[in-house]
C-alpha cells in the first residue's frame, strides 16, 4: 500500500510560484511513475506532468516551460515546481502513483492517489 499526501497549495497572484510537494509512505517511489493531475470547478481531472523512475518527465501542453516535476529520492518526495502562474491554472492538485515505471497520462492508468491540494492565483 501506497499513501500519498501533497502540501505547498494556496493562493497567489499571477505570474508568480508555488512549489507542491507529494511525499510518499508504504513503498518507495523509485520503482513508479508518479504524476500529477488537477481538476478545476465543473471540469474533468486533467494530466499535468509525470515522471518515470529513470527522470524522464513528461507535460502538458498547457503548462510546458512553466511547471517542472523534480523528485528528491532520498526523501521519497515529488515536487510539482510551478513558476508563471495564470488564472487558469486555479484547480484543485494531486498527487498520483502508478506500479510500472512507464509514464501514463491517463488518470485511470494510476493506482494511488493523495487528497489533494487547492491552488488559486489570482489575476
Not at 70 to 80: A, E, H, Q, W
Not at 82 to 95: E, H, R
Request: hydrophobic share 35%; glycine share 14%.
Amino acid at each position: 500500500q501506497v499513501q500519498l499526501v501533497e502540501s505547498g497549495g494556496g493562493l497567489v497572484q499571477a505570474g508568480g510560484s508555488l512549489r507542491l510537494s507529494c511525499a510518499a509512505s508504504g513503498r518507495t517511489f523509485g520503482n513508479y511513475a508518479t504524476g500529477w493531475f488537477r481538476q478545476a470547478p465543473g471540469k474533468e481531472r486533467e494530466f499535468v506532468a509525470a515522471i518515470n523512475w529513470s527522470g524522464g518527465s513528461t507535460y502538458a501542453d498547457s503548462v510546458q516551460g512553466r511547471f517542472t516535476i523534480p523528485r528528491d529520492s532520498g526523501k521519497n518526495t515529488v515536487y510539482l515546481q510551478m513558476d508563471s502562474l495564470k488564472p487558469g491554472d486555479t484547480a484543485v492538485y494531486y498527487c498520483a502513483a502508478r506500479l510500472v515505471a512507464p509514464i501514463a497520462t491517463r488518470h485511470s492508468e494510476y493506482h494511488y492517489w493523495g487528497q489533494g491540494t487547492q491552488v488559486t492565483v489570482s489575476s
